[in-house]
Protein backbone atom coordinates (compact mmCIF):
# COMPACT_ATOMS: atom_id res chain seq x y z
CA UNK A 1 0.00 0.00 0.00
CA UNK A 2 1.15 3.45 -0.94
CA UNK A 3 0.06 6.78 0.55
CA UNK A 4 -2.14 8.66 -1.61
CA UNK A 5 -0.88 12.32 -0.33
CA UNK A 6 3.13 11.76 -0.82
CA UNK A 7 3.58 8.11 -2.63
CA UNK A 8 5.68 6.79 0.19
CA UNK A 9 4.99 3.07 0.99
CA UNK A 10 2.97 1.93 3.45
CA UNK A 11 2.48 -0.84 6.17
CA UNK A 12 -1.39 -2.44 4.66
CA UNK A 13 -2.56 -1.82 8.54
CA UNK A 14 -1.21 1.66 9.00
CA UNK A 15 -3.64 4.04 9.97
CA UNK A 16 -1.15 7.16 9.55
CA UNK A 17 1.72 7.67 7.08
CA UNK A 18 4.92 7.68 8.78
CA UNK A 19 6.54 9.88 5.96
CA UNK A 20 3.96 12.95 6.06
CA UNK A 21 1.42 12.44 8.86
CA UNK A 22 -1.50 11.30 6.49
CA UNK A 23 -4.72 9.07 7.26
CA UNK A 24 -4.03 6.03 5.43
CA UNK A 25 -6.37 6.53 1.98
CA UNK A 26 -6.32 10.41 2.44
CA UNK A 27 -5.00 12.69 -0.52
CA UNK A 28 -5.19 12.54 -4.68
CA UNK A 29 -1.50 12.97 -5.89
CA UNK A 30 -0.83 9.37 -5.96
CA UNK A 31 -2.17 5.76 -6.91
CA UNK A 32 -2.32 3.65 -3.42
CA UNK A 33 -1.60 0.47 -5.46
CA UNK A 34 1.54 1.64 -6.98
CA UNK A 35 2.23 4.90 -5.17
CA UNK A 36 3.39 6.64 -8.73
CA UNK A 37 1.86 10.35 -9.10
CA UNK A 38 -1.23 10.48 -10.38
CA UNK A 39 -2.88 13.13 -12.97
CA UNK A 40 -5.66 15.42 -10.97
CA UNK A 41 -8.99 14.12 -10.94
CA UNK A 42 -7.83 10.80 -12.90
CA UNK A 43 -10.06 7.93 -12.55
CA UNK A 44 -7.82 5.24 -12.71
CA UNK A 45 -3.70 4.99 -12.42
CA UNK A 46 -1.81 5.59 -15.91
CA UNK A 47 0.87 2.99 -14.37
CA UNK A 48 -1.28 0.31 -13.13
CA UNK A 49 -4.67 0.93 -14.06
CA UNK A 50 -6.03 0.74 -10.44
CA UNK A 51 -8.79 2.41 -9.73
CA UNK A 52 -8.22 5.61 -7.91
CA UNK A 53 -11.61 6.52 -6.32
CA UNK A 54 -10.67 10.25 -6.44
CA UNK A 55 -14.18 10.72 -5.68
CA UNK A 56 -15.70 13.12 -3.06
CA UNK A 57 -14.91 12.43 0.76
CA UNK A 58 -16.43 13.27 3.85
CA UNK A 59 -14.30 15.45 6.21
CA UNK A 60 -12.76 12.92 8.05
CA UNK A 61 -11.84 11.25 4.65
CA UNK A 62 -13.88 8.95 4.19
CA UNK A 63 -15.55 8.03 0.64
CA UNK A 64 -18.87 8.52 0.46
CA UNK A 65 -21.52 7.88 -2.55
CA UNK A 66 -21.52 4.73 -4.55
CA UNK A 67 -17.84 3.96 -4.12
CA UNK A 68 -17.69 3.59 -0.11
CA UNK A 69 -15.02 0.92 0.72
CA UNK A 70 -16.42 -2.40 1.55
CA UNK A 71 -15.36 -4.01 4.65
CA UNK A 72 -13.04 -7.14 4.43
CA UNK A 73 -14.36 -8.87 7.38
CA UNK A 74 -18.06 -8.54 6.59
CA UNK A 75 -16.92 -10.15 2.74
CA UNK A 76 -15.49 -13.05 4.81
CA UNK A 77 -17.45 -13.87 6.83
CA UNK A 78 -20.77 -13.87 4.64
CA UNK A 79 -18.15 -15.94 2.20
CA UNK A 80 -17.12 -18.20 5.05
CA UNK A 81 -21.15 -18.81 6.36
CA UNK A 82 -23.17 -18.26 3.48
CA UNK A 83 -20.68 -18.90 0.29
CA UNK A 84 -22.97 -21.47 -0.63
CA UNK A 85 -25.18 -18.82 -1.81
CA UNK A 86 -22.31 -16.19 -3.37
CA UNK A 87 -23.17 -13.74 -0.09
CA UNK A 88 -19.88 -12.38 -0.35
CA UNK A 89 -19.51 -12.08 -3.59
CA UNK A 90 -22.89 -10.05 -4.50
CA UNK A 91 -21.52 -7.78 -1.44
CA UNK A 92 -18.48 -7.21 -3.41
CA UNK A 93 -20.50 -6.58 -6.49
CA UNK A 94 -18.93 -9.65 -8.88
CA UNK A 95 -22.12 -10.80 -9.82
CA UNK A 96 -21.25 -13.67 -12.36
CA UNK A 97 -19.33 -15.67 -9.76
CA UNK A 98 -22.39 -14.87 -6.76
CA UNK A 99 -25.29 -15.88 -9.63
CA UNK A 100 -23.23 -19.28 -10.50
CA UNK A 101 -22.93 -19.77 -6.50
CA UNK A 102 -26.24 -19.74 -6.22
CA UNK A 103 -27.36 -21.42 -9.35
CA UNK A 104 -25.15 -24.71 -8.66
CA UNK A 105 -26.57 -24.21 -4.56
CA UNK A 106 -30.71 -23.56 -5.92
CA UNK A 107 -30.65 -25.52 -9.23
CA UNK A 108 -29.50 -29.06 -7.25
CA UNK A 109 -31.76 -28.63 -4.83
CA UNK A 110 -28.88 -28.27 -2.48
CA UNK A 111 -27.45 -31.80 -3.63
CA UNK A 112 -24.23 -30.06 -4.91
CA UNK A 113 -24.12 -27.34 -2.23
CA UNK A 114 -21.55 -28.81 -0.59
CA UNK A 115 -19.15 -27.66 -3.66
CA UNK A 116 -20.25 -23.85 -3.79
CA UNK A 117 -20.15 -23.97 0.22
CA UNK A 118 -16.06 -25.23 -0.09
CA UNK A 119 -15.76 -22.44 -2.95
CA UNK A 120 -17.33 -19.71 -0.59
CA UNK A 121 -15.12 -20.69 2.27
CA UNK A 122 -11.78 -21.01 0.60
CA UNK A 123 -13.20 -17.57 -0.99
CA UNK A 124 -13.85 -16.29 2.71
CA UNK A 125 -10.54 -16.93 4.35
CA UNK A 126 -8.73 -15.84 1.25
CA UNK A 127 -10.72 -11.96 2.12
CA UNK A 128 -9.71 -12.63 5.02
CA UNK A 129 -6.09 -13.35 4.99
CA UNK A 130 -5.75 -10.12 2.00
CA UNK A 131 -5.08 -13.02 -0.92
CA UNK A 132 -3.29 -10.56 -3.64
CA UNK A 133 -6.57 -11.79 -5.69
CA UNK A 134 -9.26 -10.31 -2.90
CA UNK A 135 -7.92 -6.79 -2.04
CA UNK A 136 -10.56 -5.33 -4.46
CA UNK A 137 -14.23 -4.71 -4.64
CA UNK A 138 -15.78 -5.01 -8.38
CA UNK A 139 -15.14 -1.45 -9.07
CA UNK A 140 -11.43 -1.80 -8.02
CA UNK A 141 -12.16 0.11 -4.04
CA UNK A 142 -9.82 -0.92 -2.22
CA UNK A 143 -11.06 -3.51 1.04
CA UNK A 144 -10.96 -1.96 4.58
Given at each position: M????????????????V???????????????????????A???????????N??????????????????????????????????N???????K??A?L?I????????S?????????EG????????????????????
Amino acid sequence: MFCKNCGAQMNGNAAFCVTCGAAAGQGTGYCGNCGNATAPGAAVCLNCGAALANGPTAPNGAFVGTDAPKSKTAAGVLGILLGAFGAHNFYLGYTGKAVAQLLITVLSCFTLSVVSEIWGLVEGIMILTGSANFTTDAKGVPLQ
